[in-house]
């Protein structure tokens, strides 16, 4: 019960008060183990479930066992999109003026894709998918969180957050090709 409240209160945070809230994870020492148990685990499951209960239940497009298939690879891609960025950010630091620290990065990318996570639940109903884009606020969150968490300089934080915004696009584009026959009609 209290770690239920630590994740909601941590959820709560990073979206009403990123700022703060870097502050406070720059100040925390957690492994990967524990961000990917604790944090990954509990959200990437929202987009997955929600785009295999809409595509199969809700929506009855999809046979329910690919849709399960497909959710998946939506699950894992979650933990790979963000691992990968993070590797990202970390060795894009030195470009951008930023320090490199794998940790940090992953802190980064890991909490600031709340709100794209967040906003898998619209996959729930396949009309409102396009409410999708308010995973959006991932860039801000990236943005405010770099000179915080990667001490990159305020000014080349616009680009460094430019640069780790087109490589997740690239990723999600993968996925989704990699995860759409799933969700097909039969």
Do not use: C, H, N
């Not at 298939?69 to 950010?89: C, H, N, Q, T, W």
């Not at 430019?162 to 799933?182: E, K």
Request: glycine share 8%; net charge positive.
């Amino acid at each position: 019960m209290k770690s239920l409240k630590r994740f909601a209160r941590r959820v709560g945070a990073i979206l009403a008060r990123p700022e703060a809230e870097w502050a406070v994870i720059a100040g925390e020492q957690l492994t990967a183990a524990a961000l990917f148990v604790r944090y990954i685990a509990i959200l990437a499951v929202i987009p997955a479930l929600g785009r295999a209960i809409g595509a199969s239940l809700v929506g009855g497009y999809a046979p329910i066992l690919p849709s399960l298939a497909g959710a998946l690879v939506i699950y894992a891609s979650g933990f790979v999109i963000v691992y990968g960025l993070a590797f990202l950010v970390d060795a894009l630091a030195p470009r951008f003026g930023a320090r490199r620290d794998f940790s940090r990065a992953l802190d980064l990318m890991v909490y600031a894709a709340t709100p794209v996570w967040l906003a898998g639940i619209f996959l729930v109903v396949p009309g409102l998918s396009f409410l999708m884009i308010f995973g959006i606020y991932a860039l801000y969150l990236a943005w405010s969180g770099l000179p915080v968490l990667m001490r990159a300089p305020p000014e080349r934080s616009l680009a460094y957050t430019g640069a780790i915004a087109s490589a997740a696009l690239v990723a999600v584009i993968i996925v989704g090709v990699i995860a759409t026959p799933f969700f097909r009609p039969a």
